[in-house]
């Protein structure tokens, strides 16, 4: 079944413990792939995961008591994505390669994973909802709580 392939990103969701760490992790070299057509595509790439996490979502839970199970992980894809943001548009930028940010991609890796779980103020409020709107927009959130810290710790970097 196509959606829960997508929902699982690519069956990452049925590894455990800690799923959502393994779908994050797993949506990195999806990442690096989709930032190879540039920031742009990656940016189109990023937004188009919305309509299809939310799909995906509504898909595999359809009948089910539990509108937000641990194995769908398409929501921490487009975290991440969000979080990636500012890297893939900072390496375009200054001309290099993205993988020439490793920094920040461990730094919006551990930032959104900080954030999903902590899930502070309005990740909690987008988390507390009972469909797949809440599913999908609590980690978008915290993924824009990442990119924000991503880009607070690069100019860090760059003015010490």
Request: charged share 15%; aromatic share 10%; proline share 6%.
């Amino acid at each position: 079944m196509i959606a829960k392939l997508v929902a699982t990103v690519l069956y990452s969701g049925l590894l455990k413990p800690a799923p959502g760490t393994w779908g994050t992790l797993a949506a990195l070299p999806l990442a690096w792939l989709a930032a190879q057509g540039g920031p742009l595509v990656f940016t189109a790439l990023t937004a188009l995961m919305v309509p299809l996490g939310y799909w995906a979502t509504v898909e595999v839970t359809k009948g089910a008591a539990d509108h937000d199970p641990g194995e769908v992980v398409i929501d921490e894809l487009l975290g991440v994505w969000i979080a990636l943001l500012p890297v893939v548009w900072g390496a375009a930028r200054a001309g290099v390669e993205v993988e020439r940010l490793w920094p920040g991609w461990i730094a919006a890796f551990v930032l959104f994973r900080l954030f999903d779980i902590w899930k502070p103020g309005p990740v909690g409020w987008m988390d507390r909802r009972s469909d797949a709107w809440g599913v999908m927009l609590d980690d978008a959130v915290a993924g824009v709580m990442a990119a924000v810290g991503v880009v607070l710790l690069a100019g860090l970097a760059h003015a010490l």
